[in-house]
């Protein structure tokens, strides 16, 4: 079992940063590769950002490219996601999730935080 909770999100105005974390539980957090998800009103969650287990890969949805930046340390049981140059429509919840690492193209992840909202003002 791993529990997943995540912080950091909060009121911005475009063009500004924040940084949201993810705090897991559990022995075997660098076993988990770990992704971002994001859900505004009335659309379906969508994949935001992933890493691997040893953070030797990353992905992003290409609207997020070079603003945003996945990151994780292991020994903190922690993984990351700064983002920077926030635009309205990165307005959502923003959810962690951790999987095997055939969740990293499958999307498949077997926990899922609470979610942490972020809203962008323009």
């Known amino acids: 079992q791993v529990q997943l909770v995540e912080s950091g999100g909060g009121l911005v105005q475009a063009g500004g940063s924040l940084r949201l974390s993810c705090a897991a539980s559990?022995?075997?957090?660098?076993?988990?590769?770990m992704g971002w998800f994001r859900q505004a009103p009335g659309k379906e969650r969508e994949f935001v950002a992933a890493i691997s287990w040893s953070g030797g890969s990353t992905y992003y949805t290409d609207s997020v490219k070079g603003r945003f930046t996945i990151s994780r340390h292991n020994a903190k049981n922690t993984v990351y996601l700064q983002m920077n140059s926030l635009k309205p429509e990165d307005t959502a919840v923003y959810y962690c999730a951790a999987g095997p690492s055939r969740a990293l193209l499958s999307y498949e992840y077997d926990y899922w935080g609470q979610g942490t909202q972020v809203t962008v003002s323009s």
């Open positions: 559990g022995r075997t957090f660098n076993s988990y590769a």
